[in-house]
């Protein structure tokens, strides 16, 4: 079964900082990588996902994620975060079909 | 397109009590999930629904909890009796077939039980 940890549970950070969150997966298959977030007051989105192909996904609001297959990792990334990002951050990977999450991470922007 | 809709939004009850979640997916979305989130963890996979069967319901308690869906479209989600550490948020999605593992799940803004 898969299994997703997400080391960070909360980061803050101050506006314009650059931002790197973890995500690190366990299955033995092919497996295809999500990152959600959820805005306070609002329910869970799709922030980039990576099936195949370049590792490098680019995903909405400037967030991009880089899938190393060696290292089992998902990272997500963004080289400037704005007090808009304050969120949480879910990864999440699939191997046939169920959707497994990480505990997720709350992370706080200071303006 | 009209999002996963879920009601209630909030519900209170006292343990013992029953406790019924309604969802209505992404119109055209043949697979529906129920989600429940524990505070400060990641949503938990509890039933998946592919029209109106459930192919995965592995994670449901089946001793008191209950899901349908019998027209394929909504879905409702019975819990009874309710216990106190079933206080959790249940979140309901819904997606596109497609490639496994592939298609993009979209949520609800979820039903926050709490038991007393």
């Known amino acids: 079964a898969q299994s997703v940890s997400q080391h960070n549970h909360h980061v803050i950070l101050s506006e314009a900082a650059s931002l790197e969150l973890g995500c690190n997966y366990s299955?033995?298959?092919?497996?295809?990588l999500f990152w959600y977030v959820q805005y306070p007051g609002q329910h869970l989105q799709l922030l980039l996902k990576?099936?195949?192909?370049?590792?490098l996904v680019k995903g909405i609001k400037g967030f991009e994620a880089e899938f190393i297959k060696s290292k089992f990792s998902f990272n997500l990334r963004k080289p400037s975060v704005q007090w808009s990002d304050t969120a949480e951050y879910f990864c999440?990977?699939?191997?046939?079909?169920?959707?497994?999450f990480g505990t997720g991470t709350r992370l706080l922007v200071s303006p | 397109e009209a999002g996963v809709v879920q009601s209630p939004r909030y519900k209170i009850i006292e343990k013992k009590q029953p406790v019924a979640f309604w969802c209505n997916p992404i119109?055209?979305?043949?697979?529906l999930y129920w989600y429940r989130q524990n505070l400060g963890q990641g949503p938990e996979l509890l039933i998946r629904?592919?029209?109106?069967?459930?192919?995965?319901d592995s994670q449901l308690p089946k001793d008191r909890f209950s899901a349908e869906r019998l027209k394929g479209v909504d879905s409702t989600l019975k819990i009874q009796p309710a216990e106190l550490g079933d206080s959790a948020v249940y979140l309901c999605?819904?997606?596109?077939?497609?490639?496994?593992?592939?298609?993009?799940?979209?949520f609800g803004p979820g039903t926050r039980l709490t038991v007393l």
């Open positions: 999605a819904s997606g596109r077939p497609g490639l496994a593992g592939r298609n993009e799940q979209f």
């Open positions: 299955y033995g298959g092919t497996v295809n």
């Open positions: 990576y099936f195949s192909g370049d590792p």
């Open positions: 999440a990977v699939t191997g046939f079909q169920k959707l497994v």
């Open positions: 119109s055209g979305h043949n697979t």
């Open positions: 629904y592919e029209n109106e069967e459930a192919v995965d």
